[in-house]
């Protein structure tokens, strides 16, 4: 069991768990200085979510705008290149 837990962290539990106080103390004073708090970094990581899906919305249309645009081209030509080769065969 303890083996499998050390194999999942990557490193002894105490280890791990010393690694994650420093880091955390680390950026808790880079926030503090920058004035930054965790409830404003969650509210931008779900504006910047919001953001992807809706502009990702707005790729998806222009994409099957174009997908459209360049099969009204593409299938006749290929469907008339399939059948020329057709006849010829």
């Not at 899906?53 to 299938?75: D, P, R």
Request: zero cysteines; glycine letters at 8%.
């Amino acid at each position: 069991m303890a083996g499998s837990v050390q194999r999942f962290l990557g490193d002894s539990p105490l280890r791990v768990a010393l690694k994650l106080i420093i880091i955390s103390f680390i950026v808790g004073v880079f926030m503090s200085y920058f004035d930054i708090t965790p409830l404003e970094v969650i509210d931008r990581f779900i504006g910047m979510i919001e953001w992807a899906w809706q502009n990702g919305y707005e790729a998806l249309s222009g994409f099957a705008s174009y997908f459209v645009i360049g099969a009204i081209v593409v299938v006749p030509i290929f469907l008339i290149s399939r059948l020329v080769t057709y006849r010829r065969g």
